[in-house]
């Protein structure tokens, strides 16, 4: 295909020059396919978020609330980024039969403007709540999981972006917070200590009355 017009033209008859030609369409066509997969796959935006190893539960504003934390590893944003949490569990229906049933959490906060550094997801545990009253014991024989999505959209290129994660029960902290990680660098800069994006402590003792 490299060769066509270059030099003396080699084929004599019709019949060649007709195969040539055949040859040279479809060599044209096959680059165009590859050099279009090639950009289509190089070209498309990757999430790159970071989800906490662990989900913690402890009070917040005076209420037991379930928490997990993102953070946006890109250097660019993502805008209107939207996080989605749902229960899974094993249940048995009135009839006796075993099912997997979905359950979505209500969140304090679902979305976000713009995604840049991190975003902690909280969802607080009040008798609405599936996970009202509920025990690590409990949650483990229901082979219960906690699914996490976050959907956006990239900055630079404007096409959508997704990432998600799950938790076990044996991944879920009781009664812990996560470490702090956001700080403040000599100029005024926020910055996040990722070294301790993961780290999460046991709340201290109630004091006794």
Do not use: C, K
């Amino acid at each position: 295909m490299s060769t066509v017009g270059y030099g003396a033209m080699s084929p004599a008859t019709l019949y060649a020059n007709l195969v040539v030609t055949g040859e040279t369409a479809v060599g044209l066509l096959m680059l165009a396919l590859a050099t279009g997969m090639v950009f289509a796959r190089f070209s498309r935006p990757t999430a790159r978020v970071l989800f906490s190893r662990v989900a913690v539960t402890g009070p917040h504003n005076g209420a037991p609330t379930l928490s997990l934390r993102l953070a946006n590893q890109r250097r660019n944003q993502i805008l209107q980024a939207e996080v989605s949490l749902a229960l899974v569990r094993d249940e048995e229906t009135a009839e006796g039969d075993a099912i997997r049933r979905f359950y979505d959490l209500q969140l304090a906060r679902r979305r976000s403007p713009v995604f840049a550094l991190t975003f902690t997801v909280m969802h607080p545990i009040d008798e609405g709540s599936p996970l009202y009253g509920a025990v690590p014991a409990q949650l483990a024989a229901q082979n219960a999981e906690l699914v996490v999505s976050v959907t956006g959209f990239d900055e630079t290129m404007g096409q959508p972006v997704h990432a998600r994660t799950s938790y076990l029960p044996h991944e879920i902290l009781w009664n812990h917070r996560f470490v702090d990680v956001i700080g403040w660098t000599e100029n005024g800069s926020r910055v996040i200590d990722y070294r301790r994006f993961h780290d999460a402590v046991p709340l201290a003792a109630a004091p006794s009355r």
